[in-house]
């Protein structure tokens, strides 16, 4: 994590969140990203300072100074880092942010029903998400592990 410039704390058992954090995690060639699930037994042991029923609620990061960043500002930084989707910077702008964050809201509260709908499951379990390492080190072992 020394070289981590973004530490992302996700949701693993969503399964539109863990998607889109395999693939992050794959796009990462340069290991700035660490991937946190926040459904892990030691979670908060090892996070006292992410409260994980907000962190459910609304996808938080954490810069390497340590400041925390919130929704899409996860989102965009993250996508940024791994030199993707650069149009995200777009709802960021002032009058675009205020709508885009309410979209986000929106996703993040029926997120389990539009996973549904997208992926015919609304939670992850054995047969439905990847184990997606934390680190870049990891990923080569686990990336494929089903959890």
Not at 2 to 23: H, S, W
Not at 72 to 95: E, Y
Not at 122 to 133: F, H, M, P
Request: with cysteine; net charge positive.
């Amino acid at each position: 994590m020394n070289d981590t410039v973004l530490t992302i704390f996700y949701d693993g058992r969503c399964p539109l969140c863990a998607a889109e954090m395999k693939q992050l995690r794959q796009l990462d060639d340069a290991g700035k990203l660490y991937l946190e699930d926040i459904n892990r037994p030691d979670f908060k042991q090892r996070f006292p300072h992410i409260d994980p029923v907000e962190a459910d609620r609304v996808l938080h990061g954490q810069q390497a100074n340590g400041t925390l960043i919130y929704g899409l500002d996860v989102t965009q930084q993250a996508w940024a880092l791994v030199g993707r989707h650069q149009w995200l910077k777009l709802l960021r702008l002032p009058l675009v942010r205020w709508f885009a964050d309410l979209g986000y809201l929106f996703f993040a509260r029926y997120r389990r029903q539009i996973s549904r709908l997208l992926t015919g499951s609304s939670r992850c379990d054995a047969e439905v998400c990847y184990k997606i390492s934390a680190s870049a080190s990891a990923e080569t072992s686990q990336t494929k592990d089903i959890r």
